[in-house]
């Protein structure tokens, strides 16, 4: 995705009540929930394809990666989403 597409979906709506904020807000919880969905289902397709070839299902230096990225966005909070994130899609370690 684009940066210029992101940001068109990105962008926060005008709200002119607190009813029309609440609406915005659970339709930008809907969408977050399903990005969260497709993220896990790649999560798991790169963790097999990566356990396919014999490396391990985790690589810690790409998570670093995602965890800065996270961070350099939201700042410390971004560290907790990001760390939520990992480990939902991590699945079962056993």
Same mark, same amino acid.
């Given at each position: ?21 609440r ?11 399903a ?10 397709? $790169?963790? #097999?394809?990566? /356990?396919?070839?014999? *490396? =391990? %299902? ?7 990666? $995602?965890? #800065?990225?996270? /961070?350099?966005?939201? *700042? =410390? %909070? ?17």
């Amino acid at each position: 995705m684009t940066r210029e597409a992101l940001n068109s979906v990105t962008s926060a709506p005008t709200i002119s009540s607190i009813e029309d904020g609440r609406t915005a807000i659970d339709e930008i919880d809907t969408q977050l929930r399903a990005l969260v969905g497709a993220r896990l289902d790649v999560s798991r397709q $790169i963790q #097999a394809l990566r /356990s396919a070839d014999g *490396g =391990p %299902r985790i690589e810690h230096s790409r998570e670093n990666e $995602i965890i #800065a990225a996270w /961070s350099g966005e939201l *700042g =410390p %909070r971004g560290v907790e989403i990001a760390l939520s994130i990992l480990t939902l899609c991590r699945g079962s370690l056993t």
